[in-house]
């Protein structure tokens, strides 16, 4: 048995069908209605299931329904009952170094928080939110570079052979969980919003969820791509200019590389941006069009 929803856990689900898995069902949730005509459309796992000639289904007390051995959980996106987890064991594919980083939304928290490592985590499945026994864990490094798509699919690689390992050939005992929860709650739109008034990095890492936005000219300016600015990746008088007292919002520089705009305590550069109504371009190519005034702020 497998549930899942989101194309995160598209991956999972090819894998482990094609390295034999006898899936019987696939259950994720119901047809959303999309697009102006409103149409339903399935999620990814749906969509992957019926391509895979596997049953699906909207209803988790179908679970119980196919005689399965166990049950696989990745993204699903609801709590699986304890009624359900008392007659069909589950694991789950966890996208954190639990207990660091238990809920919803595991890897934006990791990137809003700077932190340098995360991993993926096969646990048990309890009725508690992510609290079960770990029967293996992968660390995988955040790099600088990562947005939120890349570093889910390094993620989503990682879990793979171990997802693997666990239903073929056993789980073993598992580990308990040590240290001090930290509970990734669900990222809201309004979390996302910043004003160059604000710390770089903290920008920066906003930024790297490739749904930030700020404010400009009375319409959403969402920012794909932006980086810190360093001696490295700009001119010495960029650099002065980030030591002096200079206004947060300040536009220190346009150019092919991007707009380079000072923040509270740094400067950052800003490389990929949506305009509202319009499609991703070059921060540099907005600038030109939009005839940015000395300030953003």
């Not at 679970?63 to 069909?88: F, K, M, Q, S």
């Not at 340098?116 to 499945?125: A, H, K, L, N, S």
């Not at 509970?183 to 008034?197: D, I, S, Y």
Request: aromatic share 4%.
């Amino acid at each position: 048995m497998f549930l899942g929803t989101p194309e995160m856990a598209v991956s999972p689900l090819r894998a482990l069908v094609a390295d034999g898995v006898d899936v019987a069902l696939v259950i994720t949730r119901v047809d959303k209605r999309r697009g102006r005509g409103g149409e339903l459309s399935p999620s990814p796992v749906k969509r992957a299931a019926m391509e895979l000639g596997i049953p699906v289904s909207h209803r988790l007390e179908d679970a119980l329904t196919v005689d399965a051995d166990l049950g696989v959980v990745v993204a699903y996106g609801r709590i699986i009952p304890g009624a359900v987890l008392e007659r069909l064991a589950m694991i789950n594919v966890h996208f954190s170094l639990l207990p660091r980083w238990r809920g919803a939304a595991p890897v934006e928290r990791a990137l809003l928080a700077g932190d340098e490592e995360t991993g993926i985590c096969i646990m048990r499945v309890e009725e508690g939110l992510d609290t079960g026994v770990v029967y293996a864990r992968v660390v995988v490094p955040i790099r600088p570079d990562h947005t939120l798509t890349s570093l889910r699919g390094e993620l989503v690689e990682a879990s793979l052979p171990p997802l693997i390992q666990a239903v073929t050939r056993g789980c073993g005992t598992g580990e308990p969980q040590v240290g001090e929860p930290i509970h990734a709650a669900k990222v809201l739109p309004g979390e996302l919003e910043f004003r160059f008034t604000e710390r770089a990095d903290e920008i920066v890492a906003k930024t790297r969820l490739e749904t930030a936005w700020f404010m400009f000219n009375g319409k959403r300016v969402r920012v794909l791509r932006a980086e810190s600015i360093t001696e490295g990746n700009t001119d010495t008088a960029t650099v002065r200019a980030t030591t002096e007292q200079i206004v947060a919002g300040t536009v220190l520089k346009v150019s092919r590389d991007g707009v380079e705009v000072q923040c509270d305590d740094a400067a950052i550069r800003l490389l990929v941006v949506q305009p509202e109504g319009r499609a991703a371009m070059k921060a540099s190519e907005w600038a030109n069009g939009a005839r940015l005034a000395s300030s953003l702020a």
